[in-house]
T-cell receptor, first 114, second 116 residues
Framework: DGGITQSPKYLFRKEGQNVTLSCEQNLNHDAMYWYRQDPGQGLRLIYY???????QKGDIAEGYSVSREKKESFPLTVTSAQKNPTAFYLC?????????????FGSGTRLTVV | AQTVTQSQPEMSVQEAETVTLSCTYD???????LFWYKQPPSRQMILVIR??????QNATENRFSVNFQKAAKSFSLKISDSQLGDAAMYFCAYSPYGGATNKLIFGTGTLLAVQP
């Protein structure tokens, strides 16, 4: 079955440490996205990529970095510059311009600072 | 900038009854998509229904239907014959049509409780 796989499900980060969240899709979707979810704030866009080797900052990109070296993969690194990284992170993909356009989401990664 | 507003942080409905969740949005675009997503306690985001702005007919998916009022920029979700499994957080979302970006803009969500 096609879908999006996020790993790990739970991640703990120490102060000053960089961590990377994995996102892989086998849907052959061109676009991929990272969202952050905090209680009472809905989902906020961190970064998105419309095509391989290209990505754009979203609304809350500070303290995060991404890469898109392969169509299937869009990892997110939470750097030490992100002062409040504890949140739920969702990866998504879509195929804009297609008849069945919509977003498919992964099952998320819960990141906690310890 | 486009925005999505859900003014009902929490709603409650009796099993088998009907409930309507509200959503308004702001955009200067004429072509766009609107979505309702469901997020159960597992936190998996599940697409409930999609509406293309150029279609006047309201979208329906089994017990779920929308009331799309383009001029009023309103997009409400009606759940008929509510079931216990409908209990979840519901997000309204907007996406521009075509163009350089297709990012999805979310409202803050409505937490729906279903009472047996």
């Amino acid at each position: 079955d096609g879908g999006i796989t996020q790993s790990p499900k739970y991640l703990f980060r120490k102060e000053g440490q960089n961590v990377t969240l994995s996102c892989e899709q086998n849907l052959n979707h061109d676009a991929m996205y990272w969202y952050r979810q905090d209680p009472g704030q809905g989902l906020r866009l961190i970064y998105y990529s419309q095509i391989v080797n290209d990505f754009q900052k979203g609304d809350i990109a500070e303290g995060y970095s991404v890469s898109r070296e392969k169509k299937e993969s869009f990892p997110l690194t939470v750097t030490s510059a992100q002062k409040n990284p504890t949140a739920f992170y969702l990866c998504a993909s879509s195929n804009p311009g297609t008849a069945d356009y919509g977003y498919t989401f992964g099952s998320g990664t819960r990141l906690t600072v310890v | 900038a486009q925005t999505v507003t859900q003014s009902q942080p929490e709603m409650s409905v009796q099993e088998a009854e009907t409930v309507t969740l509200s959503c308004t949005y702001d955009t200067s675009e004429s072509d766009y998509y609107l979505f309702w997503y469901k997020q159960p306690p597992s936190r998996q985001m599940i697409l409930v229904i999609r509406q293309e702005a150029y279609k006047q007919q309201n979208a329906t998916e089994n017990r779920f239907s929308v009331n799309f009022q383009k001029a009023a920029k309103s997009f409400s979700l009606k759940i008929s014959d509510s079931q216990l499994g409908d209990a979840a957080m519901y997000f309204c979302a907007y996406s521009p049509y075509g163009g350089a970006t297709n990012k999805l803009i979310f409202g803050t969500g409505t937490l729906l409780a279903v009472q047996p």
